[in-house]
Nanobody, 122 residues
Framework: VQLQASGGGLVQAGGSLTLSCRAS????????MAWFRQAPGKERAFVAAISWGGGVTYDEDSVKGRFTISRDNAKNTVTLQMNSLKPEDTAVYYC????????????????WGQGTQVTVSS
């Protein structure tokens, strides 16, 4: 498994969760990493990305100001800190990797993790 996501779960609205993704791709530091999510009946949607140099991009409409993406190149991990969660954040969250710079485009990501379920109750 090249990308292993973890940290999902059930949380009440207003709560927090931290998702982690451990990558076995090499060289990790050359990949942009991103989180996408897919809610039932909807297409997979971009959430946040971080470049190899630490530049970040968020889906501003839905998560900016609440979610924070970070990476640790020494540990080959990327983290998504999610605060002030809302029921509409309920989805399967996927970790992904791309050699394109912090792309928000699903098609630019060639490596995908298995997904971790996040459920936010109202």
């Amino acid at each position: 498994v090249q990308l292993q996501a973890s940290g999902g779960g059930l949380v009440q609205a207003g709560g927090s969760l931290t998702l982690s993704c451990r990558a076995s791709i090499r060289p990790f530091a050359e990949y942009s990493m991103a989180w996408f999510r897919q809610a039932p009946g909807k297409e997979r949607a971009f959430v946040a990305a971080i470049s190899w140099g630490g530049g970040v991009t968020y889906d501003e409409d839905s998560v900016k100001g609440r979610f924070t993406i970070s990476r640790d190149n020494a540990k080959n991990t990327v983290t998504l800190q999610m605060n002030s969660l809302k029921p509409e954040d309920t989805a399967v969250y996927y970790c992904s990797a791309s050699l394109a710079y912090s792309s928000t485009n699903y098609g630019d990501y060639s490596r995908w993790g298995q997904g971790t379920q996040v459920t936010v109750s109202s």
